[in-house]
């Protein structure tokens, strides 16, 4: 089987502009595909903010960051994956959503044998490759924010997915610099399975008035080596994004410690999506 050359990346938000920024800087083919004009020009700024701030940092050369942009493609049409060999989809954290995309690209792709990875960090697997015609080439593919930076993959088979697609996905993971993990196809995988309690923990204390965010951040900074503490993190991840990681680890385990609590749900609603919006815990410029 040949190694793959030409990615699919669908979404380019923080996740989708992140996988497709590193794949471009190892030299794959990467069309991305997102749904609205907005959403693209936004992803794209993002990715060529992304490849500047490098060059600024002396990471890549100037000559190194225009190959990698002209690596880059971007279409509003799932169809225009037709010629992918592998398409991870990073769009939001909704089984509605995810669902409908990976059956837009099962329909698209042209290859039988091309992989259907999902970047969801709480969806089981399962559920998604059944969704399509090629069960067997439907993977996890988890990454972790930001993607250029945190080395971790975790790939989640489903029980579905055969050996030669996890191995296919472990040697494009190596080939994007990242260490793969297995995870079992159970909501939250292994990471945020123990992340998510931890981060929830932390709403409840300031929910119930028991620290201030900057000193339960400093505790674990300082106290734990933390690079950030649990509400910068929140922040950084974007809190709608953990409300819904934390509704389907609950809606699989129905345990109290996967609640989100009302306090998130209370941020959420008021659009305190941390970073992105310029207000969460802490205020961004
Ligand atoms: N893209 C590329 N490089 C970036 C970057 C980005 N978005 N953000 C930071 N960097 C690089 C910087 O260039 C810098 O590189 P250098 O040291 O070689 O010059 C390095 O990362 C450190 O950055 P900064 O000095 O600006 O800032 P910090 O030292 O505070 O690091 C951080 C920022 C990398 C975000 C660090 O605080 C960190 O690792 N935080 C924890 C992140 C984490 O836990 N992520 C996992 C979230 S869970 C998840 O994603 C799963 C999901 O399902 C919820």
Do not use: W
Request: net charge negative; glycine share 10%.
């Amino acid at each position: 089987m040949d190694s793959v050359t030409r990615l699919g990346v669908v979404g380019c938000g923080l996740m989708g502009s992140g996988i497709a920024e590193v794949a471009a800087r190892q030299g794959l083919d990467v069309r991305v595909a997102e749904a609205t004009p907005d959403a693209l020009e936004t992803g794209r700024r993002r990715i060529t903010a992304s490849f500047d701030r490098g060059v600024q940092r002396g990471k890549l050369s100037e000559v190194e960051r225009d190959q990698a942009l002209a690596r880059l493609s971007f279409t509003h049409d799932l169809a225009d994956l037709a010629d992918r060999q592998f398409v991870i989809e990073a769009v939001a954290e909704n089984r509605g959503i995810k669902t409908d995309v990976i059956q837009g690209l099962d329909k698209a792709l042209e290859d039988p044998a091309a992989i259907l990875a999902t970047n969801t960090s709480s969806i089981p697997i399962v559920d998604l490759a059944v969704a399509t015609e090629r069960p067997g080439k439907v993977i996890g593919m988890h990454f972790f924010n930001p993607v250029p930076v945190q080395g971790l993959v975790e790939l989640i088979p489903a029980i579905t997915t055969s050996q030669e697609t996890v191995q296919r996905t472990r040697d494009l993971a190596a080939r994007l610099g990242k260490q793969p993990i297995q995870a079992p196809d159970r909501s939250g995988f292994v990471v945020n399975a123990l992340l998510v309690p931890y981060l929830l923990s932390a709403v409840r204390m300031v929910e119930s008035g028991g620290a201030r965010p900057e000193d339960i951040d400093q505790g674990m900074e300082l106290g734990c080596a933390h690079p950030m503490g649990p509400l910068r993190l929140l922040d950084l991840i974007g809190l709608e994004t953990a409300q819904a990681v934390a509704e389907s680890m609950y809606e699989e385990f129905k345990e109290p410690l996967y609640a989100p609590p009302a306090l998130l749900r209370r941020m959420v609603a008021a659009g305190h999506l941390g970073r992105k919006s310029g207000r969460g815990f802490y205020i961004y410029d």
